[in-house]
């Protein structure tokens, strides 16, 4: 349930873009400092919108610099870094962590064990640090993985538990703004979790695999009334987000809740689309 909160690149501004590019860059700048290799394998755009919300909202002193590095040897790149930058980064490694545990716990998947195990120690010296969110993120986790055991047929459930572990990862700092926040993270995580229902149903209705919505799917319910669900989660969330008082980068955050979290929805759509065009 990763890779969603992406920017549509080509719909940002040469000014944007730079900008976009140099806190993603910074992010696996820390990544690489703070865990290694292992832990800049980690990476996702996920929680570069996570430090753009949180830099926006709270305005730390940003560092910033020039540099090669493997991804790219060949020319420099600017990056931005602030202790935001480094919070996204132990929080991207202890999802990273938990999540291939849990596949080694549904699927016995060999590969998410030998990972798991690799980050095992970095997670734990995460959760003596942020004992809060990462107690909340186990806790969600293994609630889900519980539901799916149990064949849990209302996708409400499994939302709102996705949707609490993203309120505790958005909530920094316990203060005023961690009402807006939770509830801006809350309504994303309820989006992604039916997104990522929405997008694998129907390989997992051919391999007889649980999904949150098989149900509504088996009682006729159309792609349709799958997108008006998304469309109006995510429009609580875009309703919260408008109420946080955010300017520096709100192009760039407007960009992805508004439009980049619709590209893989819309990349499977023109797939599906393609196939029964050529089965014609």
């Known amino acids: 349930m990763f890779g969603y909160i992406a920017a549509v690149r080509d719909s940002l501004s040469e000014t944007d873009m730079q900008r976009y590019k140099a806190v993603y860059c910074g992010l696996c700048r820390a990544l690489k400092e703070r865990h290694g290799q292992l ?34 040897p060949c020319k420099t790149h600017c990056w931005l870094s602030n202790e935001i930058t480094n919070y996204a980064a132990d929080m991207n490694v202890a999802l990273a962590y938990l999540n291939q545990l849990d ?4 699927d016995k998947n060999v590969l998410s064990l030998l990972f798991a195990s690799a980050l095992r ?50 909530t920094f700092r316990e203060d005023r703004w961690t009402p807006a926040l939770k509830a801006m993270a809350g309504s994303l995580g309820e989006f992604i979790y039916i997104m990522d229902a929405v997008i694998d149903l129907p390989k997992d209705v ?40 955010l300017v520096e980068d709100v192009s760039i ?13 819309e990349l499977e759509k023109a797939k599906t ?8």
């Open 103 to 106: 596949n080694w716990h549904d």
């Open 121 to 170: 120690k970095r997670y734990r010296k995460i959760s003596e640090q942020y004992p809060r969110q990462c107690a909340a993120m186990e806790s969600c986790i293994r609630r889900l993985s519980e539901l799916e055991k149990q064949g849990e047929q209302s996708p409400d459930a499994g939302a709102k538990l996705f949707g609490e572990l993203m309120g505790e990862l958005f």
């Open 206 to 245: 051919k391999r007889h695999r649980y999904n949150p919505l098989s149900h509504l799917k088996a009682d006729g319910r159309s792609d349709a009334y799958f997108k008006d669900i998304l469309t109006m989660l995510i429009g609580n969330c875009t309703m919260s987000f408008e109420k946080l008082p």
């Open 253 to 265: 955050m407007r960009n992805i809740l508004y439009s980049g979290v619709w590209t893989r929805y």
């Open 39 to 72: 832990g800049r394998m980690t990476l996702t755009y996920d929680m570069t919108f996570l430090i753009l919300v949180l830099n926006s909202l709270y305005e730390p002193e940003m560092s910033n610099g020039e540099e090669r590095c493997v991804v790219h």
């Open 273 to 280: 689309s393609r196939r029964k065009g050529e089965k014609r």
